[in-house]
């Protein structure tokens, strides 16, 4: 009996040897999908978060960009991918305009994938086209109100965060203008230069905005920002509980282990501490922040609910071809 014992023993011992371990996460390569193209906030953003976490873990990130699609390709990328870890998502407010813009999608937007962290943030900039005969924000405001509907702003997308938070700004200031959309930043704040648009909301205060010259005549944010001072805020202006942004955050797909997303986000916000990565970002007047994925779900439903509300405007629902 006891030498049956002692053979049994021996060969829960030997199978338990033989069984692999577990691997710790990650045992291998991460994709972090970026759904717009190289150079912009979003890619800077995530990349520099990337090679931050990447040292960290001793692990290699491969940042891809997968455009196209008002951001719903790269979505469906990673909402079709395994729910692992291995694939994480770099999502704008396009995520959410596109959920709500863009008919018989592949993917939920609120079902197929869970919240991380809220990377960073930048405040929407007022600029105006040198050839406007403005200087300052009330200044602008009545010259527009001049022109009866004809002044005109760029955007960088039609959908994207700076058309529907500016049609949200004309709005909320009483104003009309037309629409003109470009496909990105550079190639709207080139028209806006050259007289070609008369305003825009800028992505991020970046050194080509500064030497652009272009007017800068509110921040749209609560408060001023560090980069510059002079420019006033849209709370200051009148514009109270009025707030247009772009944002950067971390996602996965729905279903991926607690741990993991735990992981992913205490370790966005260790990278967001970094003084390497704060100073890369916020020389391109980018806001770090790091949240975890409870406070960024609260996020996302409060800008989502904005972006519902804008979209609920006549013009701005017939201008995007959606049913009433």
Same mark, same amino acid.
């Given at each position: 009996m006891r030498l049956n014992l002692s053979l049994a023993l021996?060969?829960?011992?030997?199978?338990?040897?033989?069984?692999?371990?577990?691997?710790?996460?990650?045992?291998?390569?991460?994709?972090?999908? *970026?759904?717009?193209?190289? &150079? $912009?906030? +979003?890619? !800077?953003?995530?990349?520099? %978060? /990337? #090679? =931050?976490? @990447?040292?960290?873990?001793?692990?290699?990130?491969? *940042?891809?960009?997968?455009? &196209? $699609?008002? +951001?719903? !390709?790269?979505?469906?990328? %990673? /909402? #079709? =991918?395994? @729910?692992?870890?291995?694939?994480?998502?770099?999502?704008?407010?396009?995520?959410?305009?596109?959920?709500?813009? !863009?008919?018989?999608?592949?993917?939920?937007?609120?079902?197929?994938?869970?919240?991380?962290?809220?990377?960073?943030?930048?405040?929407?900039?007022?600029?105006?086209?040198?050839?406007?005969?403005?200087?300052?924000?009330?200044?602008?405001?009545?010259?527009?109100?001049?022109?009866?509907?004809?002044?005109?702003?760029?955007?960088?997308?039609?959908?994207?965060?700076?058309?529907?938070?500016?049609?949200?700004?004309?709005?909320?200031?009483?104003?009309?203008?037309?629409?003109?959309?470009?496909?990105?930043?550079?190639?709207?704040m080139t028209d806006l230069l050259g007289g070609h648009v008369d305003a825009m909301f800028a992505d991020h205060v970046d050194d080509a905005l500064k030497a652009s010259g272009l007017p800068m005549l509110a921040v749209m944010g609560p408060k001023r920002l560090p980069e510059i001072p002079d420019v006033p805020s849209a709370q200051e202006l009148g514009l109270k509980d009025f707030t247009s942004n772009s944002f950067y955050g971390l996602m996965v797909r729905k279903g991926t282990p607690d741990a993991i997303v735990e992981k992913w986000s205490a370790a966005a916000h260790k990278a967001l501490q970094t003084k390497t990565v704060r100073d890369t970002l916020q020389l391109q007047g980018i806001a770090p922040a790091g949240t975890t994925p409870k406070e960024y779900a609260a996020f996302l439903k409060k800008e989502d609910a904005k972006y519902a509300e804008t979209l609920r405007l006549p013009s701005v629902a017939a201008g995007l071809g959606l049913k009433p």
């Open positions: 021996v060969a829960v011992g030997l199978l338990a040897a033989a069984a692999p371990a577990h691997a710790e996460y990650p045992d291998r390569p991460i994709k972090m999908i *970026v759904p717009l193209a190289p &150079g $912009g906030g +979003t890619d !800077i953003t995530g990349r520099t %978060v /990337a #090679t =931050a976490i @990447a040292a960290d873990w001793n692990t290699t990130i491969a *940042v891809e960009n997968k455009t &196209g $699609g008002g +951001t719903s !390709i790269a979505s469906l990328a %990673v /909402a #079709t =991918a395994p @729910a692992d870890g291995y694939t994480v998502y770099v999502n704008t407010a396009s995520f959410l305009i596109s959920a709500r813009t !863009i008919p018989n999608l592949r993917y939920d937007a609120q079902k197929d994938f869970t919240p991380v962290s809220l990377l960073a943030s930048s405040d929407h900039i007022l600029v105006i086209s040198p050839r406007v005969p403005a200087k300052t924000y009330a200044e602008f405001r009545d010259w527009v109100r001049s022109k009866n509907g004809a002044a005109t702003f760029a955007s960088f997308g039609a959908g994207s965060s700076s058309h529907l938070g500016f049609e949200l700004f004309l709005n909320r200031a009483g104003l009309n203008m037309v629409h003109v959309p470009y496909k990105g930043n550079a190639p709207a």
